[in-house]
């Protein structure tokens, strides 16, 4: 570490860096080392603390972490080495970075870099260059520090906007549940039920929590779309013609559309849009088949059917829930996902439970 030549306009950065900032940097080194480095780093601004061994260098790192760490291979019992694998295997530790003073056995120089130390410098390395590659360190440790926080903001701004578009839907919800409750109790009942008996059906599936409270909460607004039918298509009594039944349809591509422009979350939108698909490809408005139906559609299209076949309308009497199961699960089998059949008939009792609760 010799240093015949004092650089000229390395002494002006030290100065600017004297200026600009102080450098906390933590030298772990034996006294004789120790003394070296404040000779070679105290003239150019740094804040150079020392620790005499491994154990007084973790302490003072969790006190005040440094910006970078200076680790002499001098330091008796391998220290060093221990003292190096020490802040790789930590996660606190893992990215700050550190320089190792290497003896000049090519061996030590190896082993620190296998240990993963950022930079290795021996007997031999300048002084001028040592001071060199630790603002190289110190750069990194700026960029890392920068990266972090950035990284830090954005997953803030994230959980934000999410828990934002969470209320919104709610929001959405109860007041389209009220207005709908106010111009047809029928209707308003009839959201409640398919979102229990979606939340249900879902929770039997095993398809994650979070999943299926999205499922009871987003239900509810599978026939949003309806807003953009016609009136007297809604309120028709009898058969639909066929010009008027393809009007209905559309609330489907409505609903989907409406949901996109409020950027609600996609398995509401899912919902609306695919509602009306079955896994044997005769449904709409696209025809899809199998699993290219979204898992929450297939799950809202099977409870939208058997509260349909179970309650009363204006054009036709309730059919009893044993027999609405039959027809969902043997008779119309091949529109419904095998799965989700399944899941009806092990969480039959339950079903029977929301149907006389919401009735
Ligand atoms: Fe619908
Ligand atoms: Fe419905």
Known sequence: MSDPTKNGSEAIAGAMH??????????????????????????????????????????????????????SGTLPRQEGFSLLRTLRTSRATEELPVMFLADSSADQEVRAYQLGAEDVCSGATSEVAIRARLRVLLRMAAYRRRLGNEKRRLELKVADRTRELFEITIATVAALEKATELSDQETGQHMIRVASYSACIADQMNIGSELVDKIRLYAPLHDVGKVGVRHEILKKEGILTRAEFEEMKQHTLYGHELLAAARADIVARNIALSHHERVDGSGYPHGLSGDRIPIEARIVAAADVFDALTTRRRYKDAMSPDDALLMITVELAGRFDPSVSQAIRQRYPDMLDILHSYS
């Open 18 to 71: 004297h200026v600009v900032s102080t450098f906390h940097v933590l030298a772990v080194a034996e006294p004789t080392t120790a003394r070296k480095l404040s000779q070679i780093l105290g003239p150019f601004g740094y804040r150079l603390q020392i620790a005499n061994s491994g154990a007084e260098a973790v302490q003072s790192i969790a006190d005040e972490a440094p910006e970078v760490v200076i680790i």
